[in-house]
């Protein structure tokens, strides 16, 4: 059987030419980096190196850099910390946007217990923040801003550079979660006015459980974990350093082939879109053109989301109904939600999440298999019985 495999915003393959690359540091170069000997130097150089790759990938300074275990990890760093900046100045308001990872939203949701208060902005149909929204939000109150550079289930891009922007005219810290969109879309922190930003290997062919914090050049956010003199001080404890030189490879072989492939990923992807859009009631969520190239997301009405997932899964086919963290709740996802879309349309929701890796042939098994996969399960279900019966009682 042929198998696909179309949820890259979830987890990606660690490229082969990151494998080889990190090879060696687990043996040969094991050394602990902070060591003096030849070997300890030979893992500093090269996580330095991997750092000057991190800040070269977004325009910022090797010192601006701070490697983590991940995209979570980083979220909190930076929401926890400029929350505590905010607090010792009496400012405890934070601005946020209700479709953000839950990494942003569970972080604010305990800032709330703590005696903040959070805006969340409403994103409308197309699942994009307005400036003009953040701008009236923003009070004397306001310590930080944190929204996400592009949405992990709808693929929707946020006005950043605008939103920067005005933040800085304010006096106000800005944050973006740009875990779905480095190595996908270009980024450039001073040019986006970005004060601090969270990356994640996983996402683009580096190993899981390694990502980067980056804080601008005098912001001192309080430190993360208390040890050692690793990253500054600031987050203690011997790197990750295999970790960190597959994210320095993978960023770097990213970022030099960007333009490249985002073409022939949005091109695959709007291949989906037009084969898909075929099939009756189903309708694209969010923005069709502000979206991270590889991102395809509709719902088909009538259909169960888990159970399409499940019947794509038999034919080989690994896609996502949106966010991997909330499958297996029945809650339909809080993106779609903050889109508009009614809780029963929005339970027939499929992610297909397309990268450099998959080719035509893969779509063309898709679209294949796609829609008989649809009309088993609308035969199937009484919600698609009723949808029918309401609109011949229109006619
Ligand atoms: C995956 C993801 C995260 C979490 O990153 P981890 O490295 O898995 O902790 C955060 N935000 C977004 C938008 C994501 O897609």
């Known amino acids: ?9 979830a987890t990606t393959p660690v490229s082969q030419h990151v494998v080889d690359e990190i090879l060696p540091y687990f043996t040969e170069h094991f050394g602990n980096p902070s060591s003096l000997y030849t070997i300890g130097q030979t893992a500093h150089r090269a996580v330095t190196k991997a750092r000057q790759q991190v800040a070269d990938a977004l325009g910022a300074e090797q010192s601006e850099i ?21 607090a010792k100045k009496g400012k405890k ?6 479709i953000e990872h839950h990494a942003v939203l569970h972080t604010c949701a305990a800032l709330e217990k703590q005696g903040f208060t959070v805006t969340y902005l409403d994103v409308y149909e197309n699942g994009i923040v307005k400036v003009e929204d953040v701008e009236k939000a923003i009070t004397d109150d306001t310590c930080l801003v944190t929204i996400m550079y592009a949405n992990n289930e709808i693929g929707t891009i946020q006005p950043i550079a605008e939103i920067g922007k005005l933040c800085h005219e304010k006096g106000v810290l800005f944050h973006t979660d740009a875990v779905q969109a480095v190595g996908h879309v270009k980024i450039n922190v001073k040019e986006q006015n970005i004060d601090m930003l969270s990356l994640s290997g996983h996402k683009f062919h580096a190993p899981k459980g390694i990502g980067a914090l980056y804080c601008k050049k005098g912001l001192r956010l309080p430190n993360l974990i208390e040890g050692g003199a690793q990253e500054s001080g600031r987050r203690a404890g011997t790197e990750n350093v295999p970790g960190i030189v597959g994210l320095g ?3 770097t ?5 960007i333009d490249e492939n985002a073409k022939k990923v949005s091109a695959l992807r709007d291949r989906l879109f037009e084969g898909a859009s075929k099939i009756s009631h189903s309708r694209i969520n969010g923005d069709r053109e502000r ?4 991102n ?19 034919k080989g086919i690994s896609a996502s109904s949106g966010s991997a963290c909330t499958s297996g709740s029945l809650d339909p996802s809080h993106v779609l939600l903050a889109i508009g879309l009614p809780h029963e349309v929005a339970h027939g929701s499929l992610r297909l999440s397309i990268s450099e890796n998959n080719t035509e042939e893969d779509i063309d098994y898709i679209l294949e298999v796609l829609p008989p996969i649809i009309k088993r399960l609308r035969d199937m279900s009484p919600l698609w019985d009723h949808i029918m019966e309401r609109e011949n009682n229109k006619a």
Do not use: Q
């Open 291 to 294: 979206r991270l190239p590889g």
């Open 296 to 314: 395809f997301s509709m719902c088909f009405e009538g259909v169960e989301g888990e159970s399409l997932l499940l019947m794509l899964d038999a």
């Open 253 to 257: 072989d990213m970022v030099s082939h």
């Open 1 to 9: 059987m042929r198998t696909v495999y179309a949820d890259n915003a």
């Open 66 to 86: 701070y490697f983590t275990s991940g995209g979570s990890e980083a979220d909190n760093w930076a929401i926890r910390g400029a929350a505590a900046l905010g």
């Open 249 to 251: 490879v993978a960023i």
């Open 93 to 98: 308001h934070i601005i946020t946007s209700k």
